[in-house]
């Protein structure tokens, strides 16, 4: 069972950046299609980004297209989010998750695992 810990977040402004990182405890972790969610306060989970497990595919929610770039690291068992010109309707619990047997997932139900999330919070 792959453990994932999601870190990098934090209360920024309108307009900044920050990366999210999301690290596996497992090497099978290259195996895994792998996305981020968010739960803004009030809100359902939502799709942001996923990522294939060799990263030559990825996809991402219209919302936030062009400011937010997902990648991994197969050899550190890493993934990252980086988030540019961030808004305040970015702020959210952000959520990696693993998924077997896909090459990308934009749903849900599709993954297997999920980290516990970590808060990201954009101040007007």
């Known amino acids: 069972q792959v453990q994932l810990v999601e870190s990098g977040g934090g209360l920024v402004q309108t307009g900044d950046s920050l990366r999210l990182s999301c690290a596996a405890s497992?090497?099978?972790?290259?195996?895994?299609?792998m996305g981020w969610f968010r739960q803004p306060p009030g809100k359902e989970r939502e799709f942001v980004a996923t990522?294939?497990?060799?990263?030559?595919?990825?996809y991402y929610a219209d919302s936030i297209k062009g400011r937010f770039t997902i990648s991994r690291d197969n050899a550190k068992n890493i993934m990252y989010l980086q988030m540019v010109s961030l808004k305040p309707e970015d702020t959210a619990v952000y959520y990696c998750?693993?998924?077997?047997?896909?090459?990308?997932?934009?749903?849900?139900?599709?993954?297997?695992?999920w980290g516990q999330g970590t808060q990201v919070t954009v101040s007007s």
């Open positions: 990522i294939s497990w060799s990263g030559d595919n990825t």
């Open positions: 998750a693993a998924a077997r047997d896909r090459l990308m997932a934009a749903s849900p139900a599709d993954y297997d695992y």
């Open positions: 497992d090497r099978t972790f290259s195996y895994y299609a």
